[in-house]
């Protein structure tokens, strides 16, 4: 469709030509343009049926625009090329591509202010997660984490133990944690999954707390194969929830997040080398 409407346009604006364009009529515009072209070389004719079209296209809307009315494209086009010289029509060009250009860096300039806030924002929520963290290794540690399978008569079925000490000043009525399951020797671990539980009664300041949690058999824990007295569970605490069911606090800070922190600093950069022509 943008094909057929460049082509239109193309034919009735430099399909002939005069020294000044003359778009009073169809006629008097074909036979301006041959004039216009008449003593041009190969180079020359391509680099006016170039600024013709942008000319042509500036303000005209997007192509659906244009086709849906090719002819008010054409009126239009012919309007703004009527009485201009050749020399003209180039400068025409350059202002309207100086202008785009302008344009371009005002926008980039206010989309990398935009961005740079979101970045802030992330590396904030980043930064009070690395702190919460660290509060959480300290304040709650965790120990004897394990996995294995359990067999019974008729299935066999995963099973998480933990242990952990509530060193804060309240009491934890949920855990959640990060994990991964590692064995010696081989470089990719055997399984990387969440896993959190609320603890019936919670965990008073002091107590330490045991669990033993039997995930879903059908779940990613229930498909881990393998010697599992060989593996290792190395769970890390990422958040623990008060009385109130809220945070107390929250190392989380998603994959989700991590890509789109990069993908935001990887457009900040896009847009700092356009603001900077």
Same mark, same amino acid.
Do not use: C, W
């Given at each position: 469709m943008k094909k057929v409407v460049i082509a239109i346009l193309t034919m009735v604006l430099i399909g002939c030509g005069e020294v000044t364009i003359d778009a009073t009529s169809k006629e008097a515009l074909q036979a301006s343009m041959a004039k216009m072209k008449e003593n041009l070389?190969?180079?020359?004719?391509?680099?006016?049926?170039?600024?013709?079209m942008v000319i042509a296209f500036d303000g005209a809307g997007n192509i659906f625009q244009i086709a849906a009315n090719p002819d008010l494209a054409i009126q239009s086009a012919? =309007? /703004?090329?009527?009485?201009?010289?050749?020399?003209q029509i180039l400068m025409k060009r350059d202002e309207i591509k100086a202008k785009r250009e302008a344009e371009k860096i005002a926008?980039? /300039?206010?989309?990398?202010?935009?961005?740079? /806030?979101?970045?802030?924002?992330?590396?904030?929520e980043k930064k009070e997660a690395l702190d919460a963290l660290a509060l959480l290794e300290s304040k709650v540690p965790t120990f004897d984490a394990k996995f294995y399978i359990k067999s019974t008569k008729y299935m066999e079925k995963p099973v998480i133990e933990?242990?952990?000490?509530?060193?804060?000043? =309240?009491?934890?009525?949920?855990?959640?944690?990060?994990?991964r399951l590692v064995e010696s020797g081989r470089s990719v671990p055997h399984l990387v999954e969440d896993f959190n539980f609320t603890i019936a009664g919670g965990i008073e300041p002091g107590e330490t707390y045991s669990a033993v949690l039997e995930p879903n058999m059908f779940s990613k824990w229930g498909s881990v194969k393998g010697d599992t007295s060989?593996?290792?569970?190395?769970?890390?605490? =990422?958040?623990?929830?008060?009385?109130d069911d809220k945070p107390i606090y929250n190392s989380?800070?998603?994959d989700r997040k991590e890509?789109?922190?990069a993908a935001l600093q990887a457009e900040l950069t896009k847009l700092q080398a356009i603001a900077s022509l």
């Open positions: 070389t190969v180079a020359e004719r391509e680099e006016l049926q170039k600024a013709i012919s =309007t /703004k090329l009527h009485g201009l010289t050749k020399t926008e980039a /300039k206010l989309r990398a202010v935009e961005v740079q /806030k979101e970045i802030e924002q992330l590396e904030q933990i242990s952990l000490t509530n060193n804060t000043d =309240t009491a934890i009525s949920r855990a959640y944690f990060s994990s060989k593996m290792d569970l190395l769970a890390v605490l =990422t958040r623990i929830d008060g009385p989380s800070f998603s890509s789109k922190l």
